[in-house]
């Protein structure tokens, strides 16, 4: 075995982040109690100077796997960004 590939992988990644918003609901408004606007995203930012695309490796399997952390250009982690609305009724 060579280390010639061998780089740091350390990372610094915000998986869930969560930003909202309260509305203002009257105490005479019939239907709601109260309302909140929303945004979420999952795996939006990665700061790391690993070359490849996602530092948080294991192309083998769980952590008891023999080879951790061996890279095989797999995919990335997804991002997703979620918009909603909550009410209370």
Do not use: H
């Not at 350390?10 to 918003?21: G, K």
């Not at 408004?29 to 990665?46: C, M, P």
């Not at 996602?54 to 952590?63: A, R």
């Amino acid at each position: 075995m060579s280390s010639r590939f061998v780089e740091d992988g350390s990372y610094l990644r915000f998986r869930n982040i969560q930003l909202a918003y309260n509305l203002p609901v009257k105490k005479s408004a019939k239907w709601f109690r109260s309302a909140q606007v929303y945004v979420s995203g999952q795996n939006l930012i990665t700061f790391t100077k690993y070359s490849w695309y996602d530092p948080e490796v294991n192309v083998y399997g769980g952590s008891n796997s023999f080879n951790q952390g061996i890279d095989y250009s797999i995919y990335p982690m997804s991002k997703s960004v979620t918009v909603g609305i909550r009410c209370g009724f």
